[in-house]
């Protein structure tokens, strides 16, 4: 079978191989899944660059989100059959044609969600969901700043906002990207080629300020967005786009009481909850189901054509997510 591999870490372009391997053989416990569609995340690219917070043992195959169909079960198998199609979660590897997978970690697709949408339903819809609804709890009527709005999680998010009655400013790079967000429901966005972000929160907000954030950019846009916060706000950071440390006002966040903590979703899914889990992964592909969350797709690959995908992936301005499909 197909897959790609690398050996060494580095740019993706330059480290990145089409390799033939041996199709794995499922256990009694486990199913045989063929992949339909692969997701192509920052965190792949990070982990390929030998940058993200957890690193694969050399060589490696990428991905960690995907969807497919079971082609075979194990003996003891019971509730998945093939010709079933699932996602795999917490299955690391998935830029290949096949994987196994344990039956308890194999999540069934609705036939009404496609399947582009299930290929992404890990990553981007979880996090926005848990970091907005659970995490921050937004409450209709409220303010959410986000960075990074423009991207395939930021336009989730405003997915989300519509059905929770909560409202957005948005942070973006470029004005150009004003009208596109405003047709997808953004309540207010601020581009910061030509505008400062605390003041535009202050001209949309009043004196009391945003108190709840989500941060994917780092650098300045991270520190200008910390600040942005009114007294009491918290401001969730669930990625580093720039590559550089956020800058933190102490004095400031310890007289306007302010706090800034991490998001990873990969330690959230290992404390949350069973139960937690469950009613949050089955409340989102309902969603999905209904069409009322969609996570937006801007081009497709084959698996044999992956620099050209992840050379698509790093471009800015994308309106959707970069799948490998086969």
Request: charged share 25%; proline share 5%.
């Amino acid at each position: 079978m197909k897959s790609i591999k690398f050996s060494e870490f580095g740019n993706p372009v330059d480290v990145l191989r089409v390799e033939d391997v041996e199709q794995p053989e499922p256990s009694a416990t486990q199913v045989l899944i063929k992949l339909r569609a692969r997701s192509i995340n920052p965190s792949d690219l990070l982990t390929v660059r030998g940058l993200y917070g957890q690193l694969p043992k050399l060589p490696a195959t990428p991905g960690l989100e995907a969807m497919g169909e079971v082609v075979e079960a194990g003996a003891d198998v019971r509730k998945l059959h093939t010709g079933q199609r699932v996602i795999p979660l917490r299955v690391i590897g998935t830029w290949q044609e096949f994987i196994v997978a344990d039956e308890a970690q194999c999540l069934p697709v609705p036939d009404a969600v496609s399947d582009n949408t299930a290929a992404q339903f890990v990553v981007n819809p979880l996090t926005a969901w848990i970091m907005t609804i659970e995490e921050l709890k937004m409450k209709p009527g409220e303010w959410l700043l986000q960075t990074a709005a423009g991207s395939t999680l930021g336009r989730i998010v405003l997915q989300i906002a519509r059905l929770h009655n909560f409202k957005t400013i948005n942070v973006v790079r470029r004005r150009e990207q004003i009208a596109e967000l405003k047709a997808l429901g953004a309540t207010q966005v601020i581009a910061t080629d030509t505008e400062d972000i605390a003041t535009r929160v202050k001209e949309i907000t009043g004196k009391d300020g945003v108190v709840k954030a989500i941060e994917a950019v780092g650098g300045e846009t991270g520190a200008r967005t910390l600040n942005a916060l009114g007294r009491g706000g918290e401001m969730l950071v669930y990625g580093l786009l720039s590559g550089e440390p956020i800058a933190v006002d102490g004095g400031r966040m310890i007289f306007a009481s302010t706090v800034m903590r991490g998001f990873w979703l990969s330690e959230w899914i290992r404390t949350a909850a069973p139960q937690t889990l469950q009613s949050v992964t089955a409340e989102l592909l309902k969603l999905m189901a209904s069409g009322e969350i969609e996570p937006p797709v801007e081009a497709e690959y084959q698996l044999t054509d992956i620099i050209r995908a992840v050379t698509h992936a790093e471009r800015t301005g994308r309106g959707g997510k970069v799948l490998l499909v086969s």
